[in-house]
């Protein structure tokens, strides 16, 4: 194929032209306030702050080519996060976890990464083996992860983080000045991207979610691979939950009530099909960022914060519509 013939295909992809929006948006922000917007500053803490719900969105990409959705990830997080930040508390003398050492830092990673697995790994085997809509599945896993969180911390946020966790993966940086939270998101991406478009289980991620009948009948164990894909779902929002403790130094259980929405729209945005069968890391990656960066350029530009979710939501309606006329236009031919 020549250079030419790969553009044009590219052109014809939804992934191009989502990036040619998120292009627009960026240069729009950097011309209404070139002194405030196109800074290092504000790119990196674009990045950082895009870090945590990119890794949600890395598991939610699988989940949706399934033709399947998650609406618990946020509230995973947030379990997740108060899972590790109470066994680095219980660990510590006095239950003080502010001077914890790297070995209880490592024990409450674990824990995080355990929490989040556990909870995908319900919601996989409801889904997949009881074969309940995952949608409702999920949904209750939404209220029972937060119900859970709040259990175990009476309803109070946990605010004795452990200093070398934030000043390493919270506030650290490496290789010149690229935060370790980047870092962490570009790994999970990068993973991600080679597993659903370079391997066997990603085949099987898209042929369960263009047809899950005809996957099963050409032998693909259908509810073996459902289950690791909301296990993976679930362990990326452990991920998640982890790096958020690291960054904020508190669980903030009363924050992080629409990061499912945000994920699914970063996802759709991107051009994953709710229907299934289609989508893309890096169609995930740009989906992802375009919310982000309307916020930032909404609060630098001085945009009452109110038009923010307004603005998030029309593209995400615009998203899906495009994606249903792609669908129907596909079907014609």
């Known amino acids: 194929m020549t250079w030419q013939g790969a553009l044009r295909r ?35 803490t674009l990045l950082i702050e895009t870090s945590v719900l990119l890794v949600l ?9 399934t033709a399947g959705i998650d609406l618990s990830v946020g509230m995973v997080l947030i379990f997740s996060g108060v899972l590790a930040a109470k066994t680095m508390e219980w660990l510590s ?17 674990l824990l995080s990464l355990a929490g989040g697995a556990i909870w995908g790994l319900v919601n996989g085997f409801l889904v997949a083996k009881a074969k309940i809509p995952p949608l409702i599945v999920t949904l209750g896993s939404f209220g029972a992860a937060l119900g859970a969180a709040q259990l175990i911390t009476g309803g109070v946020d ?73 296990l993976m779902a679930g362990m990326l929002s452990g991920l998640a939950g982890f790096m958020n403790l690291a960054y904020f130094g508190t669980t903030t259980i009363a ?18 099909s709710l229907f299934g069968g289609v989508g893309s890391v890096l169609g ?11 916020r930032k350029g909404f609060v630098i530009v001085g945009v009452p914060v109110f038009w923010q979710p307004i603005a998030v939501s029309v593209v995400l309606v615009a998203a899906v519509w495009f994606d249903q006329i792609r669908r129907r236009s596909r079907d014609r031919k």
């Open 10 to 44: 590219l052109a014809g992809t939804g992934t191009f032209w989502i990036g040619i929006v998120l292009v627009i948006l960026y240069l729009a922000f950097s011309i209404a306030r070139p002194d405030a917007f196109p800074t290092r500053f504000t790119f990196q």
């Open 158 to 230: 946990t605010r004795t983080v452990p200093e070398k966790l934030r000043d390493s993966l919270g506030f650290g940086t490496v290789l010149g000045g690229i935060p370790d939270l980047v870092l962490v998101a570009a790994v999970i991406t990068l993973v991600g991207a080679w597993l659903l478009h370079t391997t066997r289980f990603g085949r099987y991620t898209y042929a369960i979610g263009s047809n899950a009948e005809a996957a099963r009948r050409a032998g693909i164990g259908v509810t073996r691979h459902l289950v690791l894909v909301y």
């Open 93 to 109: 003398p006095g239950g003080d976890a502010t001077h914890a050492g790297w070995g209880i830092i490592g024990l409450g990673l």
């Open 57 to 65: 969105s890395i598991g939610m990409t699988f989940v949706i080519v």
């Open 255 to 272: 924050g992080h009530g629409t990061d499912n929405l945000d994920a699914i729209a970063g996802v759709v945005i991107g051009g994953t």
């Open 284 to 294: 995930t990656v740009i989906g992802v960022f375009i919310p982000s960066v309307l």
